[in-house]
């Protein structure tokens, strides 16, 4: 009886692996014709999207480079991903500690009125604040995509940082203070 089990565990394994792998397969399909599309010109692509390129055309790269303005895009993209990502950082790990360390009312409140906050996908409110921005003359603006990014980071990383704060034991703290620490010190 045992060797039949393991037989038909086997026979389970091998087929639960072979609809993982066509699964992966069925995934990959979309890179593999980006890529060999990547390195054809536009007759070969639509004669057939399938085939391998008969030559390879790197136009379809420097094109593309040169149309996007490459460096300028990566620039902004850098610009705007580092000021976003300090700017939540600072203010969302004080906040997260003020509400970790601080056992107000309020504090609690406010807490879960960010995690509430993070139940509303972005896409329910994308359209109106794009009308909003627009109407207000903010869109094509670094500024406004960092305060975008900064009010929609927010809550997720001080939820984060407020569990990553309150498993920090509360006596490291205080062995601060007694050193002569601030709050504000021992924060940092």
């Known amino acids: 009886m045992a060797r039949w089990q ?7 394994e091998v087929l639960r692996l ?5 699964l992966l397969a069925l995934y990959l399909i979309p890179f593999f014709l980006v890529f060999i599309n990547a390195f054809k010109d536009r007759n070969q692509i639509i ?3 399938f085939r391998l390129p ?9 094109e593309a480079f040169r149309k996007m303005n490459y460096p300028y895009a990566f620039w902004n993209s850098l610009v705007i991903t580092v000021l976003s990502t300090a700017l939540i950082v600072f203010f969302s790990s004080m906040t997260a500690y003020l509400f970790a360390r601080l056992p107000w009312k309020f504090n609690r409140f406010m ?11 972005f896409q329910a409110i994308m359209i109106p604040l794009v009308k909003i921005y627009g109407s207000l003359g903010l869109l094509n603006n670094r500024w406004t995509l960092m305060y975008m990014y900064f009010g929609f980071g927010c809550s997720f990383a001080v939820f984060l940082y407020h569990g990553a704060i309150k498993s920090i034991p509360l006596e490291l703290e205080e062995a601060a203070m007694i050193d002569g620490c601030s709050r ?5």
């Not at 393991?6 to 389970?12: D, K, S, T």
């Not at 807490?111 to 996908?121: D, G, K, R």
């Open 184 to 188: 504000f010190q021992a924060f940092f």
């Open 111 to 121: 807490f879960f009125l960010m995690v509430a906050s993070m139940l509303i996908p």
């Open 18 to 22: 072979s609809f993982l792998y066509l």
């Open 47 to 49: 004669a057939n999207p």
């Open 54 to 62: 008969s030559a390879f055309h790197l136009a379809n790269f420097t």
């Open 6 to 12: 393991r037989y038909q565990e086997g026979i389970f």
